[in-house]
């Protein structure tokens, strides 16, 4: 209420100083008064930008919650990941994957608030999101300080699966392995070992999403130009925050770097399998991002 009254009022004032220059009763002391609003006026677009974002953040839950809806009367309690390496899931599915989701929605809508990204061609933004958007979820999950546990369960029948066809096909190589959450949780412990600001979080999530080597881009010069212009403010607010610390900047992108390693389907089958059910993830993201 308050935020709206202090629009209004700016803009009524606005109309009010017109019609007095116009006529030119008492403009010096309007023109006094006008130029003291014009203070305010910052602070008001920040307050809105704070609304406009809240807006797209709270459509983007109304969006993944519609979604997800018919799927959750299909969901069990404890989602338990299978492969021919074990079987393995989250130890609290529904608390960690709530969380998750929180997340999901501030890394779409951290996309959809870039001037930069928003300038992009619509098939290279979907490019990007599908092929970029688990860096840059994971480094949200490390600033919101996500701690997670998994439970391992043995199974006889995948270790006699696997005598009988000790050969991975295609599919089954890329399917999560506890191995690939460790190396999630390892990622996370390097970045919060860096214990990052929040500047450094958001050109860090900008140097991974802006990633010239996805196949099939448009715009992959400008995209370059824009990974390279993230890692530059990278480094000057390091150097800022950090004057004494001359390595923390290569750390900080081969933290950066290993979090590429972390897979798709092991973020989709650990963290949304209890939320989204069979919902395909790409079309879910995509909805998401062009929501309006």
Request: aromatic share 8%; proline share 5%; hydrophobic share 45%.
């Amino acid at each position: 209420m308050k935020i709206m009254m202090i629009i209004c009022g700016v803009v009524a004032c606005r109309h009010i100083v017109t019609l007095l220059k116009l006529s030119g009763v008492c403009w010096p002391v309007f023109l006094l008064c006008y130029n003291i609003l014009r203070i305010l006026l910052p602070s008001r677009c920040v307050l809105w930008r704070r609304i406009q974002t809240t807006s797209v953040q709270d459509t983007m839950k109304s969006t993944l919650s519609s979604i997800t809806s018919s799927a959750s009367g299909r969901l069990q309690h404890t989602t338990v990941i299978v492969s021919r390496r074990g079987e393995f899931g989250l130890m609290d599915p529904q608390g960690t994957g709530q969380f998750a989701s929180n997340v999901l929605v501030k890394t779409v809508c951290f996309m959809r608030c870039s001037p930069s990204f928003s300038q992009l061609p619509p098939r290279d933004r979907s490019s990007l999101l599908r092929h970029c958007w688990v860096p840059v979820f994971v480094l949200g999950l490390a600033q919101e300080k996500i701690v997670f546990k998994v439970t391992d369960v043995p199974s006889s029948n995948i270790l006699h699966q696997i005598l009988l066809r000790p050969v991975l096909t295609n599919k089954e190589a890329e399917q999560p392995t506890l191995a690939g959450v460790y190396r999630l949780q390892i990622c996370l412990r390097q970045l919060w070992n860096l214990d990052l600001s929040p500047k450094e979080y958001a050109y860090l999530k900008g140097a991974m999403l802006f990633n010239p080597a996805v196949q099939g881009l448009s715009a992959s010069s400008f995209i370059e130009g824009l990974q390279q212009e993230a890692e530059r403010a990278l480094q000057e607010v390091i150097h800022l925050l950090h004057p004494e610390d001359s390595s923390r900047f290569s750390r900080t992108l081969r933290a950066a770097s290993a979090i590429q390693t972390v897979s798709h389907s092991l973020v989709t089958e650990l963290f949304f399998k209890p939320v989204i059910g069979n919902t395909n993830m790409s079309h879910l993201l995509t909805e998401m991002l062009f929501v309006h």
